[in-house]
């Protein structure tokens, strides 16, 4: 682990190991039941945000990308969280992040329930276009758009729901 | 143990106090539309910084001159301008005007139509009102507007009526996607007839597109969802709606209107443009990503459409720039003009292309430069008379169209 951890990060990390625990709850059927993270601000994101995430951010990570009107994208998070419960305890902690592109505060915040198991919830913060085309210049603005981050780093890239070798990969 | 838990608890808090210094302000919703009253004078429908819909005009001698914007009773309620869900504005004859916009609700992806009129030429606006007969706290959103050539107000929308009351295939609906609801008013909005599905299977968050065919009456052009999950566009005729018998209006054919063959399950967030063609067919834009030598090809293009909607395969063409976004179509006699917004980093140029013979050739112009938050381009069309207009932070710029 690196020997120059910052306070940003160390909270950053912390808080991605925490809450998956917080949020998951165990039925009497012994499987995990997600329950929509108590979730009381968002977290701005930029261009150097996401540079950031990718150069430092935790391992593994999934990050979702979204806005208000996008009524495909919870349907994603669903088969994270799911893939996620099927791997069982060892594939967590897992960084499982929304990012609203479209919206800010609580406008942001009331779809936070559609992203069941989700983190983080981050908002873009400045001009969605630019935002997006720091994220991927060919990105045309199709979401959900995904970006599977593995153990190791490595990206996958992919609008709509991930295919069951990429999640597979991912989590390897 | 003690240590740990203390430990958990600062780096909780310390995420806490990270995460509310990090809320900003909302961006500002810059979605407008606009269009040309009879008697020349340019309109403009938006949100002001507040939130608050607002119109203003600039005289038709002076297309950069704006007027002071004038701010609309609205009761203070949610108005979406964002992307494609924008207030729009319509002039009608007998001096009616209408302005609607989509009221978010607190659930998430549901909406309302409102709508305010005026009988006065736009001196003074009714409060506004909701559109449809269906008030369930569903999706009604993405609506368009437009007078037909008798005057009657057509409104149109995105509506999940059907998607709501259809079985469930584990978690699913087994509904595909949405559908397109549709309405009209003999009055220019003092009262609408009953909300008529136009189709089924419509995407769920793109706009619609609306033109006046040869005939006089209005075609709509919509990205459906064709099966199993290919986001391709329909175009149908709004036949007239007669409910005075009781009869129940089927709903229209739809016609196929583009083949790109994108099979996705996702939204799109990138709806049409129409325009009338003199030979009674149309010109129409859209995005998609079609396979081409065993890659995907993302693109916003340019075809002719026949007058049944179908369309003429070899006039299909991408537009000349790989970042076009959102573009819009008019057309009067040989004169095509299709604008977008192509942006690069920060930095946004507003392009046209323009075309003298029916859309066979195109040159490209660009209209302007800016850095920083800017809305898609809209144009408006006076018989000849062709602007574009971009509206940014700071200005609404106007962009006479020359030929």
Known sequence: ?172 | MKNTLVAALLTLATMCAWAQHAQHQPRAQLASSVAFAPDGTLWLAGLNAQGELFVQSAPANGLTHWGAPRTLVSQGEAISADGENRPKLAFGPKGWVVVSYTQPLAKPYTGMIRMLRSADGGKTFSAPFTVHTDRQEITHRFESIAFDADGVLHTLWVDKRDMELAPKVGKKSSYRGAAIYRNASTDGGATFGPDIKLADNSCECCRIALATGADGGLRAMWRHVFEPNVRDHGVAVLTPLSSEDGHIVPAAQVVRATFDEWAIDACPHHGPGLAAATDGGFHAVWFGIRKQGGKDEAAVRYGRLKADGSPILESVRALPDERAEHADVLAWGTRVAVVWRSVDGARTTLKAWLSGDGGQTFRLHTLGKITGDNDHPRLAQQGARMVAVWRNANEVQVHELKF
């Open chain 1, 1 to 172: 682990m690196n020997s120059s951890f910052n306070p940003r990060r160390r909270a950053l990390l912390a808080a991605t190991f925490a809450m998956p625990i917080a949020t998951m709850a165990m039925t009497a059927e012994g499987i995990a039941e997600p329950t929509p993270p108590a979730f009381k601000s968002v977290e701005t994101f930029t261009a150097s945000t996401w540079r950031q995430l990718l150069a430092k951010g935790p391992r593994p990570a999934a990050y979702v990308f979204t806005n208000t009107f996008c009524a495909t994208c919870p349907e994603v998070f669903e088969l994270l969280q799911q893939t996620l419960a099927d791997a069982g305890p060892k594939a967590n902690p897992v960084l499982l992040a929304a990012i609203m592109m479209d919206a800010q505060g609580d406008r942001a915040l009331a779809h936070a329930r559609h992203y069941v198991g989700a983190t983080r919830l981050y908002a873009f913060d400045g001009f969605e276009p630019a935002i997006r085309q720091a994220i991927d210049p060919k990105w045309r603005n199709v979401t959900p758009y995904v970006v599977l981050v593995g153990r190791g780093g490595a990206t996958q890239r992919m609008t709509g729901p991930p295919s069951a070798k990429q999640l597979k990969d991912w989590l390897a």
